[in-house]
């Protein structure tokens, strides 16, 4: 797809996994991307890819607009506008696209806050692993005013090919931890069923396949399904961001009084793998925290 001709590149803020994947995207699509992250090896190998690295968020804000946020948490998302975006003081407005994963309620408070100072604020969380987005093959969940969308739309498309408007802003952040929920449940299922098998003397490799073809088929077991065969774990979603997705969905569920007990198990499981070091592994290493969990004899 040909993007139309842009005043200034798009910013991007953030550069690993995620990032990485929406620069190419919009590399793609021939927008030009300007670029920054904290880890300088993240911005050479970004500038190999073929985009320009600043040398701060500031200065990527300064030169680009709209701008894409692809930071690890809530937190960072905060920082970064309030106190590199906004400290630039010049008065100019500016589109900021927030597509990492957040508490939806501090989201929706801090696109309030920055608005009156000029910065308006999509969420774009998306649904799919890093190679997926990469391949045009995330799912956009888009929260913000539907004029705002309109003007954003060619971007938008160059990102992610398919998305949704799922509401305000706020919602795109409760639709994404809803969906990471079933999705996260899907693949330790997958660990369990692929363990359990292997104990029952069943090869994994060929009861995934049978596996894939029965009722119990998901779009986890043709994604994951291999690399937990072949224990391949080089990451696509790490473990870590995984967790962090878990404790937000807890922490929403608290408050909206719905009991997760499954989620509950699965943040077990979870900070066991951190334990073990697999923080940085990619979130189908879930599987070796349900091999460790041997019955005793």
């Known amino acids: 797809m040909a993007a139309p001709s842009v005043r200034c590149p798009v910013g991007l803020v953030g550069l690993g996994l995620l990032g990485q994947a929406l620069a190419s995207r919009l590399m793609s699509c021939r927008y030009e991307v300007a670029g920054f992250d904290v880890d300088a090896e993240k911005n050479a190998a970004f500038e190999k ?74 969420e774009t969380p998306v649904s799919g692993s890093s190679g997926q987005v990469a391949r045009g093959e995330g799912l956009g969940l888009i929260g913000g005013d539907a004029l705002m969308l309109c003007k954003l739309e060619p971007v ?69 399904g291999d690399r937990m065969v072949r224990g391949e774990f080089t990451p696509e979603g790490r473990i870590a961001q995984h967790l962090k997705d878990v404790q937000l969905i807890l922490e929403q569920a608290t408050r909206a009084g719905q009991a997760l007990p499954l989620t509950a198990v699965h943040a077990d499981v979870l900070a066991a793998c951190i334990r073990n070091g697999q923080a940085d592994l990619d979130n189908s290493s879930v599987i070796e925290e349900i091999r460790r969990r041997r019955r005793p004899d």
């Open 49 to 122: 890819a073929g985009g320009q690295a600043c040398a701060s968020a500031a200065e990527v804000a300064k030169i680009c607009d709209p701008l894409v946020l692809a930071v690890f948490s809530t937190d960072q998302v905060e920082r970064v506008l309030e106190h590199e975006f906004l400290a630039l003081g010049d008065g100019s407005e500016k589109t900021v696209l927030c597509a990492s994963t957040c508490d939806p309620d501090r989201i929706a408070a801090l696109a309030q806050r920055v608005e009156a100072r000029g910065l308006h604020l999509v």
């Open 156 to 224: 938008l498309r160059a990102l992610f090919p398919v998305y949704f408007h799922v509401g305000k802003v706020g919602d795109g952040g409760r639709t994404k931890l809803a969906i990471n929920l079933i999705l996260g449940l899907n693949r330790l299922a997958l660990a369990e069923g692929l363990v359990l098998a292997q104990r029952l003397g069943l090869d994994p490799a060929a009861f995934l396949e049978v596996a894939r073809k029965s009722a119990c088929h998901s779009q986890v077991m043709d994604v994951k």
